[in-house]
Nanobody, 122 residues
């Protein structure tokens, strides 16, 4: 079993940056792909970015491509989401998750963190 704890959220002005971290427990972290998702009030949870297990292949939603960067440090069992040029539309609770493959689907991920709030003011 994997436990995930997100951190790094907060309040930032539009155009600013934040870096989210997701610390995973367990020695098998390197065997899992990881993803970031977000959920705004009244909306469904949506895909943000994902990274594969080993070679670090990444995928992004169109809405964040070019602004966000996902990365991982298997030695530290941590996944990061660097968010630049933030917009008010990025306001949401951000969740990290792990699964067998880096996909866009929430149903492909087995373990989820509790989420961290990101608020972008205009």
């Amino acid at each position: 079993q994997v436990q995930l704890v997100e951190s790094g959220g907060g309040l930032v002005q539009a155009g600013g940056s934040l870096r989210l971290s997701c610390a995973a427990s367990g020695r098998t972290f390197s065997r899992y792909a990881a993803g970031w998702f977000r959920q705004a009030p009244g909306k469904e949870r949506e895909f943000v970015a994902a990274i594969s297990r080993s070679v670090g292949t990444t995928i992004y939603s169109d809405s964040v491509k070019g602004r966000f960067t996902i990365s991982r440090d298997n030695a530290k069992t941590t996944v990061y989401l660097q968010m630049n040029s933030l917009e008010p539309e990025d306001t949401a609770v951000y969740y990290c998750a792990t699964g067998s493959y880096a996909t866009l689907l929430t149903t492909d991920y087995d373990y989820w963190g509790q989420g961290t709030q990101v608020t972008v003011s205009s």
